[in-house]
């Protein structure tokens, strides 16, 4: 069975700082995908990134960036020069190929004090 | 603008009477989904559909009805709502299930059964 787990339930910050949200996940499949969501206070689902296991490249986007290693089944998300708009829930997912199912974590609330 | 649209946003009912959450997307997507949050739970998957026509079970699908009779309408049925059903409800599509772009998520409907 495939499993997420945020151990971070909450983290608070002060603006600027770096932040970096951990994310394990499980599975005995070879073809999977991971993704990051964010649910700003006003409760929508955005979506920030997928990412298959084949590809284990380090993405970067402004001051976002991913960091997935197999080795330590991690897709860690870190926000560099973190502003107050990056105050949210975020949630890590696992989806594997051969399921239709996807897995959400039990989400990190992030809180950037200014 | 292509979206998901979910109606009502929020819905206070009482035990015992039947209720219907719409979705409904228009970006052609084959993929749709419900799912349910609540306060340290994360997302719970309900229902989802691969197409028209096909429906399949998530992780806590009791109580819950779904439909799919075309591509774009996707409503969650709940028979007999009971208090435990009060929750945060997203419906999501996406073009196929593991699709490079995530999956797109309504606005969400908060419902209240007293």
């Known amino acids: 069975a495939q499993k997420v787990t945020q151990a971070q339930t909450e983290i608070s910050v002060v603006e600027k700082e770096d932040v970096t949200l951990d994310c394990v996940y499980e599975t005995r499949d070879t073809t999977y995908y991971l993704f990051w969501y964010k649910q700003p206070p006003s409760g929508e689902l955005v979506f920030l990134i997928r990412?298959?296991?084949?590809?284990?490249q380090n993405e970067i986007s402004g001051r976002y960036s991913w960091n997935f290693q197999k080795s330590t089944s991690s897709f860690n998300f870190t926000i560099t020069a973190s502003q107050v708009v990056d105050s949210a829930v975020y949630f890590c997912a696992l989806s594997v190929d051969r399921d239709d199912k996807i897995i959400f974590g039990k989400g990190t609330r992030l809180h950037i004090l200014p | 603008e292509a979206q998901v649209t979910q109606n009502p946003r929020y819905l206070i009912t009482v035990t015992g009477k039947k209720l219907t959450v719409t979705c409904s997307q228009n970006m052609n997507h084959e993929y749709m989904s419900w799912y349910r949050q609540d306060p340290g739970l994360g997302l719970r998957q309900i229902y989802y559909s691969m197409n028209v026509e096909v429906t399949d079970k998530g992780d806590v699908p009791e109580g819950y009805k779904v439909s799919r009779k075309e591509k774009r309408n996707f409503p969650l049925i709940l028979e007999s709502p009971s208090p435990n059903q009060t929750s945060l409800y997203f419906c999501a599509s996406s073009l196929t299930f593991h699709g490079t772009m995530g999956y797109t998520f309504g606005s969400g409907t908060r419902l209240t059964v007293v």
């Open positions: 990412r298959n296991s084949f590809d284990e």
